[in-house]
């Protein structure tokens, strides 16, 4: 069964430091998304992607998140300068068609120290 | 703009009873609605959607929710518990008109009791 994969795993990174977080979505999915869960609490969305661009993004979502889709396979999620509240699970996910359910990624949990 | 609300955090059941899992949603359109399950240390897992066609859906894994418009209402049931059915359940819902996020409830964690 087609899979998202993201990498790495866990990544622990001091704060103010740059990270990017990376993810293969399904290869015939159109739809990407990035959603966080800080330990414990509900799972957040962050933003959503497609046709090259960002369809949506949620007050979390500011100017130190950025989106790319660098080579038609990849979709990453850079933090410019982490904070030690950036510290969550973030879980990549893609759709076919937007509104019929997401298949998500194993995550990646960010430790910011 | 939609919301989800999941009553009750945490809910316990012996193994064989039972499981009922509360979900109530809000949407100004058409929804779409959706369970997930996640496993401790996992994603999200997709175990059943609503897509305005059935209203009792079936699921993976001996799940099933019925959609109540009327009551705004998407629960989730399972009529008899395994102790793998351990784990958090998310509720979500996404708008139906062109929606790009699926907005998730609080969560609902499964205990199986022996």
């Known amino acids: 069964e087609p899979e998202v994969t993201q990498t790495p795993s866990h990544q622990v990174t001091q704060m103010g430091q740059e990270v990017i977080l990376r993810c293969v979505p399904i290869?015939?999915?159109?739809?990407f998304y990035w959603y966080r869960q800080i330990l414990g609490q509900k799972v957040e969305f962050l933003v959503s992607?497609?046709?090259?661009?960002?369809?949506?993004k949620s007050e979390i979502f500011d100017d130190q998140f950025s989106v790319e889709r660098p080579d038609g396979s990849n979709f990453t999620l850079k933090i410019r300068s982490t904070k030690l509240e950036d510290s969550a699970m973030y879980f990549c996910a893609s759709s076919a068609d937007g509104n019929y359910g997401y298949t998500f990624g194993s995550g990646t949990r960010l430790t910011v120290v | 703009a939609q919301s989800v609300t999941q009553l009750g955090s945490h809910v316990s059941v012996s193994e064989g009873a039972l499981v009922l899992l509360r979900c109530n949603y809000s949407s100004s359109v058409p929804p779409y609605l959706f369970w997930y399950v996640q496993y401790p240390n996992q994603g999200l897992q997709l175990l059943l959607k609503?897509?305005?066609?059935?209203?009792l859906v079936k699921g993976i894994n001996g799940f099933e929710a019925e959609f109540k418009k009327s009551e705004t209402s998407f629960h989730l049931t399972k009529p008899s518990a395994h102790m793998s059915d351990a784990a958090e359940y998310f509720c979500a819902v996404t708008a139906h008109a062109g929606g790009f996020k699926t907005i998730f409830g609080a969560g609902t964690r499964l205990f199986v009791k022996a």
């Open positions: 992607f497609y046709n090259n661009e960002i369809s949506e």
């Open positions: 290869s015939n999915h159109l739809y």
């Open positions: 609503y897509t305005s066609a059935a209203t």
